[in-house]
């Protein structure tokens, strides 16, 4: 997401979603869960990072930007940030 005025110095966001997937015979318990959900959000992180989707915001001028990564299993889900 681009800021609408560069000039005001607004952060763009970029954000990756995941989604956890488990065979019909898998159950996670919380704990396992969260782990889970935690670890999918960092390979959202390091996605935006791979495929270098910050170079869009910077090629426009944004200069400060905010990488979010969130992992859904259901109505769970967890929320990682990284400030670039």
Sequence with gaps: MKPKNVLERREGIIFEL????A???EKFSRDKL????EK???IALN???EK???SVLKNAGVE???KIGIAFFGKEFEV???KE
């Design 18 to 21: 995941k989604i956890v997937n």
């Design 34 to 37: 969260k782990e889970k959900l």
């Design 47 to 49: 996605q935006i990072d």
């Design 80 to 82: 990682k940030f990284e």
């Design 64 to 66: 400060r930007i905010l």
């Design 40 to 42: 999918e959000c960092e």
């Design 23 to 25: 065979n019909s015979d």
């Design 52 to 54: 270098k989707y910050v």
